[in-house]
């Protein structure tokens, strides 16, 4: 068995955190949070990969970029509601 690496773990667990935070204050559904766990990840790694990118080591915990993994995580939440909003 191959062990999962710990900064996957760490964004994985902020990233969670951040969708469950968006879903409760959307007072969204089951159905809403796995579509939330789905825009935060992808949006945490999005940060992960421009943090990489721009080699900013503030607010960093270990390898992972906790400033640009949140603004982008909150950042495609945002995006991703307001695109589902019917018009």
């Keep these: 068995m191959f062990p999962i690496p710990v900064p996957i773990i760490l964004s994985a667990l ?4 951040y969708a469950a935070i968006f879903n ?3 007072n969204g559904s089951l159905r809403d ?11 945490f790694a999005l940060g992960q990969a421009g943090g990489w990118l721009i080699g900013l080591n503030v607010g960093m915990i270990g390898s992972v970029y906790i400033i640009e993994g949140t603004i982008f995580s909150w950042l495609l939440l945002f995006l991703m509601n307001w695109l589902r909003m019917p018009r």
């Design 14 to 17: 902020i990233a969670s955190i």
């Design 24 to 26: 409760l204050w959307r």
């Design 33 to 43: 949070l796995l579509f939330y766990l789905i825009a935060s990840g992808t949006g």
